[in-house]
């Protein structure tokens, strides 16, 4: 069941280090959609991957540790988050490209 439209919080991540062609984004795919999370995924041209996902604050704190760590075979080197308001637009998490 998703969270009741006041309990949802949102954030835009930007995940540094070796993040793109260790399959992050379809690891971070399935567990966002295992939290029951909505937003988005992809890499940016300056080698990180970003991300902006919404849920509930348990879900995203999840999320957010996860994105720490990464999948086996990624290097985290670092992780910036920003808070934002939901947007309340998307009804799943996907890959962008």
């Known amino acids: 069941m998703p969270p009741a439209a006041d309990d949802v919080v949102a954030f835009h991540a930007r995940v540094s280090g070796r993040v793109q062609g260790v399959g992050f984004r379809y690891a971070a795919l399935e567990r966002a959609r295992f939290l029951a999370l909505v937003g988005w995924i992809r890499n940016d041209d300056d080698g990180s991957v970003e991300t902006r996902f919404e849920g509930s604050a348990r879900a995203c704190e999840a999320y957010s540790a996860w994105l720490r760590r990464g999948p086996p075979g990624a290097r985290v080197d670092g992780v ?16 962008e490209y």
């Open 80 to 95: 910036s988050f920003q808070r934002s308001a939901p947007a309340g637009v998307w009804t799943d998490f996907s890959i």
